[in-house]
């Protein structure tokens, strides 16, 4: 799938691939596809992101717009955008509404909305219309955030400006009164003298005036009283002055020609105000609008725009500007584990390595939680750009010194390097889903971004978008491998493996659907129904064989349920609902999810209170803590593959394995090998002690019928050592 903008928006759009309409067929399902993966892309933003239909029904609804508007997804969903819109602004939805079906997008707007408590909260909006690709418009996508602290600060600002307009009203501006030239002598009230900072009644010539304003306003000045000279005319500006004790103060000055008896300007007057403190809160508002407040660094916004000039100056001198999208590997474990307070000392620290490590003419920014970006200017090469990274990863690995400790963090970057046509948002984008392809490749490291990795991203969106509809369409369905018993020579259960048959592509691997599903949160509903199915499959089978109760079922879960705290739920009623009893069900797990956060800790143990088996899938692949084992009575481990491959040729995979086999044994637990496909390799597990084994040597994943006629099977041929 390719993606193309809609006209005037920053929404994404489907334009050919999987799903193709043809022009005619359904905007409003299009729309909802757009939305369900708009909703998808941007869960994470900082701004409430809102699709609807053309007739203001909500088709998408992300994190920040439940938060601004108080609906959760699911409440708002389906429902008219009419919801969030007081009676008083109603006619507004729908000249937006009529405005964005003629193709037009809305400036940004300022108003109010009614939040699901009945509360109205001020927001600022824009809203842009979402276009197929014949640029037929199907719906609208909406970006809005709150304004509240916004016009608190602009509420401070007015009641600056009226105190100053108090304190005119009350005779505290001061007045003057000057001729032209150096020498001129300034007449002056004594408001004017407090004001300028010197003692009252002291000769001040324009000379010694011009000497007190700050030298980088000093061309102002001097522009300026030569127009009011000129043109005879008034004239205001504001400019700083340097007091004889070394401060700075803002003033507003305000001068008028005088004409002489010849008709030209012979002197000019004016007054003066001391408008420190309302250019204080000016310059405050201003910053806070452009940095970073805790580290001080420029926020997305400049960050945008100095990107935006950097690729200008770039285009101009045939050069090149390198995006770089930095985000801190696990901040979110340090946090919890430090505190907060910890955690933002160290993202201040990071922000003041970064920059030391730019030069002028670049620009570093944080945009948010433990995410940086960084502008480096005259780029030659990828392969410079390359060699500028790699300093950055190493200096943000080195320890860091904290009044709350010692601590260490390493991070992911994405690089874009500019190109013909480039623009700052583009190369933004492309250097965050290159640090994305970071993470995945392990962290502490960085990559490049390519045309590949657009490919890949798109087809990615086409896969999530394909898999949402997959369980709805019955597209789902379960193999089954057998397991051995070695001891007593047949099949004691079996292991249920989830495929999903697309209807357009065929079978999909389970190693290129599986990750996505994790990623995104289908892996909950998906492994809801794996395990529905797969218990009431072993009752039907069961059922088939009175005499083989004994049989047991395995499934595979993901690291994602066991966070969610009703996942024993989950369990209980696949279990209720197929009359299985707990320990006829084994949940596999691999060995990184028993480090998870105390959230999987209780849910195991609840876990072991329903009675279910516990089994470690990867056994020695990853951590293989033996305080885990007898912490969380672990019921069965599994040799992972990659030690049975070569098991019989290989003396260091066979002194692994029999570790394995003995630390089974010397704790009760049982061991099993998985991936057996030789008789060399099952000859010397036997000879070994391993007493139960699954792999393509016994069955490749069968289906129920096939899987139950190897279960009735009363003994099983296997080679003896």
Known sequence: MTIQYGRSSDVYAPKAGMGKKRRGASSAGAAGEVSARLSAIEAGSDDAIIATRLDGVVTAWNRAAEDLYGYAAHEIIGRNISAVYPDSEIDEMAAILASVRRGETNNVVEGTRQRADGSLVEVEVRVSPIVDEFGVVIGTSSFARGIADRRRREQELRESRESLAHTQAMGRIGAWKAGFGPDKVLTLTPETYRIIGIEPGRELRNLDFFNLVHPDDRELLAETVMLVRSEARSAELEIRLVHPDGSTRWLLLAADGQPGSTGTVADFTGVVQDITERKQVELRLAHEALYDRLTGLANRALFLDRAERGVARALRNGANIAILYVDLDRFTVFNGARGNECGDLLLCAVAERLRSLIRVTDTVARFGADEYGIVCENITTAAAAAERVERILAAIGEPYTLECGDAFITASIGVAVSGPGASAEALLRDAHLAMHRAKERGRNRFELYDYELRVEVEQRFALEE?????????????????????????????????????????????????????????????????????????????????????????????AVQLRSAEFPGVVERALAGAGLEPGALCLELTESVLIEDAVVSDVLARLREIGVRISIDDFGTKYSSLSYLTRLNIDELKIDKSFIDGLAEDDSKRAIVSAILAIGSALGIPVTAEGVETDAQLATLRRLGCETVQGFYFARPLSADECLAALRRPTVETPTP
Not at 480 to 485: G, N
Not at 550 to 557: A, E, L, P, Q, T
């Open 466 to 558: 394909s898999l949402r509809r997959a369980l709805d369409g019955s597209q789902m369905y379960l193999a089954f491998q057998p397991i051995m018993s070695l001891t007593a020579n047949r099949f004691v259960g079996a292991e249920a493996l989830v495929r999903w048959m697309h209807p357009e592509h065929g079978v999909v691997a389970p190693g290129d659907f599986i990750p996505v599903a994790e990623e995104n949160g289908l892996i909950v509903p998906i492994g809801a129904w794996v395990l529905e199915t797969a218990c009431r499959q072993l009752r039907d089978w069961r059922a088939a064989t009175p005499d083989h109760g004994s049989w047991g079922i395995s499934v595979n879960v993901a």
